[in-house]
Structures are given as structure tokens and as C-alpha cells.
């Protein structure tokens, strides 16, 4: 009985290194998927990397400035919240979280597996001037929105100084 890989024409059932070499072609193919991986990680699955696709985890992240605060979106799609940890310490936000592998299913047969599940951190260094006291932050269908109000500069009041006679 044929598997999905004998229908898949560039699929070579005996690896080059196990041949004794590799030919022109396949060292072309080895650095164009270099070039692909260095451009574009985590975009290919375990079958063409030898590389587990789950060790990649990098969730998206969008920053955006308004007159009164910071704005953050993460795309963490496929996580609970609480599996989702914000803190800020020393004046850099962080966002750590872990998406869980699904539960293994004995009776099938995967062919490609290309979600990614493990954890996860992105650190942002904040601006001096923002209130960390009021940072809040809410989850709705994988986007966790993360609001920074900035604090109003002071302006001090001009204060007048006399010359005096000495």
C-alpha cells in the first residue's frame, strides 16, 4: 500500500548524507531552504526542516501611540488566559505564555503537524512616561490588548528670580 509520502515526487525515501553526497541540485535546494529559514522561521514543517516545528513560538505583536497612552496587541490564538502572565518590572513589559500540545491521538496517523505549542516571551521596553499602576489588559477571540496611559508632562511654572545687590 502506497503512504502520502510515496505520492510526493521531490520526497527522497533515502537521505543524500546516506548516499555518500549530494548533488547540485540538492545542495541549491539546501540553501534556497536556508535563505527561506533565515527570511522566514517557523514556516516549515518538521518533514523539510528535521526540525520539530513546535519549538517555534513567536507571537505577533503590533505597538501603537496615541495623545493619551501606548497600545499592544498580541495575536496568541489557540491559548487560554490563563495560561497568559503580563508583568512589568524595571521598566520593561513582559508577556509570557504557553500553549499546550493537544492531546495525542492513538488511532491516526499525522502527516504534517505545523501548530506550534510551547512558550513564549516578548519584552517591550517602556517610555519613562507611563503610568504602570494603570496598565490594563484584556483578551478576546486570541488577541491579548494591552493599554499603557501615558503620564501628562509637568510643566513647571516659571518663577521669577531677583537680582540682589551683594
Known sequence: MATIHDLIPWHDPVPARQRGGYTTLRQLQQEMDSLFD???????????????????????????ESEKHYHLSLDIPGIDEKDVDISVENGVLTVTGERTQQEVVKDKTFHRVERSHGTFRRSVKLPEQVNVDKITASFTNGVLDIDIPKIAEKKDPVKKIAIGKK
Request: glycine share 8%; charged share 20%; proline share 7%.
Open 38 to 64: 533565515q527570511l522566514f522561521p517557523g514556516n516549515r514543517s518538521e518533514e523539510t526542516t528535521g526540525k520539530q516545528a513546535s519549538s517555534i513560538l513567536i507571537p505577533q505583536l503590533d505597538i501603537a
